[in-house]
């Protein structure tokens, strides 16, 4: 980790970056959110009254086996929600599920770095003796590599993870809260290795299961099926309420069909990975990829 910041500082670099976090969700910031986006241009009004801000919040870079990514932690849940409503919802004023704790946010547009490879082309041509330099061709060539100007974004909370209660993980709040940050964070970085260096493979329950084993894992040192049941709402074989709802929609005979299959694959990951005595979180990310035509079929 490196590059951190905290405290206000953190939103009010990223709207520097990004100028549509100095819009309000909802219908007026809406109007504006295409000019900003699409379009490049500044903010009319900096203001970010719409955030509480906290001196703990934090911003940090993080190395991952398929890139780095930032990391936004926010302290406030109604600053989660609303980076979450103007970045990941086009600034639209959605329903957060109380269930969601993070979110990656991958492909957003960075001006900045648009604008820097800009005055770097005006440069390089006027030290050319370029009288008339071509910046559309230029723009063209260089905004057609997507990592060139697309930056990804991991935004996180800080309650308990999906919603469940230090009491029934059976610990103390201060120490639950702490391991939900590891969790949340390794979850959503192994989503962005996932989709980096496993394309192909877009199951989005298989998704979780592999994203919470993970973070299960680096939090724990050790993988405890039980333990993601409890996040996806699964006791035994059963659906019982939680988080694993949020992902059918085909009615309560599929979530039943789609509960057991779950719960087969978490005794499963549990054997492979008692079977491997040292292992780093991310190592996992290969070994449970690599069996999932086994066990989703």
């Known amino acids: 980790m490196e590059n951190t910041l905290s405290g206000r500082q953190v939103i009010?670099?990223?709207?520097?970056?990004?100028?549509?976090?100095?819009l309000c969700p909802g219908e007026e910031g809406q109007a504006q959110y295409g000019d900003i986006v699409k379009a490049g241009e500044d903010a009319e009004i900096k203001s970010l009254s719409h955030f509480t801000m906290n001196e703990k919040d934090t911003l940090a870079c993080l190395d991952t086996p398929a890139g780095s990514v930032l990391c936004?932690?926010?302290?406030?849940?109604?600053?989660?929600?609303t980076f979450l409503r103007i970045m990941g919802h086009r600034c639209e004023a959605v329903e957060i599920p109380k269930t969601q704790g993070a979110s990656l946010l991958d492909g957003v547009i960075n001006w900045r770095k648009i604008y820097a490879r800009e005055e770097e082309f005006f440069r390089e041509?006027?030290?050319?003796?370029?009288?008339?330099?071509?910046?559309?061709?230029?723009?063209?060539?260089?905004?057609?590599?997507k990592k060139n100007y697309l930056d990804v974004i991991i935004v996180l909370s800080t309650g308990p993870y999906s919603a469940v209660s230090a009491e029934r993980m059976g610990m103390p709040e201060e120490e639950w809260l702490t391991l939900s940050s590891v969790i949340r964070r390794y979850h959503e970085?192994?989503?962005?290795?996932?989709?980096?260096?496993?394309?192909?493979?877009?199951?989005?329950?298989w998704d979780e299961l592999?994203?919470?084993?993970?973070?299960?894992?680096?939090?724990?040192?050790?993988?405890?099926?039980?333990?993601?049941?409890?996040?996806?709402?699964?006791?035994?074989?059963r659906y019982i309420g939680g988080r694993l709802e949020n992902y059918v929609e085909d009615g309560q005979e599929a979530l039943a069909e789609l509960t057991k299959k779950a719960a087969r694959i978490l005794g499963e990951f549990d054997i492979m990975i008692r079977e491997k005595k040292?292992?780093?979180?991310?190592?996992?990310?290969t070994l449970l990829e690599d069996s999932m035509e086994r066990l989703w079929g």
């Open 12 to 22: 009010e670099h990223l709207a520097e970056i990004y100028q549509q976090l100095y």
């Open 72 to 81: 936004v932690t926010l302290q406030e849940r109604k600053d989660f929600e």
């Open 125 to 145: 041509e006027e030290e050319k003796g370029n009288p008339d330099p071509d910046w559309s061709s230029e723009f063209r060539r260089f905004t057609s590599d």
């Open 189 to 205: 970085c192994t989503h962005f290795i996932c989709r980096k260096l496993y394309p192909e493979k877009k199951e989005p329950v």
């Open 210 to 237: 592999v994203a919470d084993a993970v973070g299960i894992y680096a939090a724990f040192r050790k993988f405890d099926p039980n333990i993601e049941k409890l996040f996806l709402g699964i006791e035994g074989d």
């Open 278 to 285: 040292e292992i780093e979180p991310f190592e996992l990310v």
